[in-house]
């Protein structure tokens, strides 16, 4: 039996996509084939860069392979699971309805509604304790997604 291909999708640099790819590698143990990808080849920045080395994950700065990038390359997947905050307006929901004619696939669609490190406000203080939040949050839909696969973790 083939192994789960799962893409995590965001908008901008894909800090949240690479966010939640490290903590499915970490999680799954080899269990399933974790990606990112994003709509913009900006450089993930140093915020959440931060707080994942708080949790010991080193996050590269390099934004992962462009959603676009992964179509020209003839990828496919399994799930794919995008992090969005559709307060913000952000346009994954029309990626995801539209994954059939890029991958030519029919994969599962996720979304899970996780604010974007850009629209974090206030002192410095006040947006590392917003992203630490956000963190957490990638880190939680993570794990239950694992859990619901049947995939159990020792991470927390």
Same mark, same amino acid.
């Given at each position: 039996?083939?192994?789960?291909?799962?893409?995590?999708?965001?908008?901008?640099?894909?800090?949240?996509?690479?966010?939640?790819?490290?903590?499915?590698?970490?999680?799954? #143990?080899?269990?399933?084939?974790?990606?990112?990808?994003?709509?913009? $080849?900006?450089?993930?920045? +140093?915020?959440?860069? $931060?707080?994942? =080395?708080?949790?010991?994950?080193?996050?590269?700065?390099? +934004? +992962?392979?462009?959603?676009?990038?992964?179509?020209? /390359?003839?990828?496919?997947? %399994?799930?794919?699971? &995008?992090?969005?905050? +559709?307060?913000?307006?952000?346009?994954?929901?029309?990626?995801?309805?539209?994954? %059939?004619?890029?991958?030519?696939?029919?994969?599962?669609?996720?979304?899970? #509604?996780?604010? =974007?490190?850009? #629209?974090? #406000?206030?002192?410095?203080?006040?947006?590392? &304790?917003?992203?630490?939040?956000?963190? /957490?949050?990638?880190?939680?839909?993570?794990?239950?997604?694992? $859990?619901?696969?049947?995939? %159990? $973790?020792?991470?927390?």
């Amino acid at each position: 039996m083939a192994m789960l291909r799962v893409l995590f999708v965001c908008t901008h640099n894909g800090a949240r996509s690479r966010i939640a790819e490290e903590f499915a590698k970490l999680a799954a #143990s080899g269990r399933i084939e974790a990606s990112s990808a994003s709509f913009e $080849s900006n450089t993930i920045g +140093p915020l959440a860069v $931060s707080v994942m =080395n708080e949790v010991g994950i080193e996050l590269q700065t390099v +934004p +992962p392979k462009s959603v676009f990038e992964r179509f020209k /390359d003839g990828e496919g997947f %399994d799930c794919v699971i &995008a992090l969005c905050d +559709p307060a913000s307006n952000e346009q994954v929901p029309i990626f995801l309805s539209n994954l %059939d004619v890029l991958y030519r696939t029919t994969a599962q669609r996720v979304n899970w #509604s996780i604010p =974007n490190f850009r #629209s974090l #406000s206030g002192t410095a203080e006040e947006q590392k &304790a917003q992203a630490r939040q956000i963190r /957490d949050r990638i880190r939680t839909e993570v794990l239950c997604f694992l $859990s619901q696969l049947g995939i %159990d $973790s020792d991470v927390a």
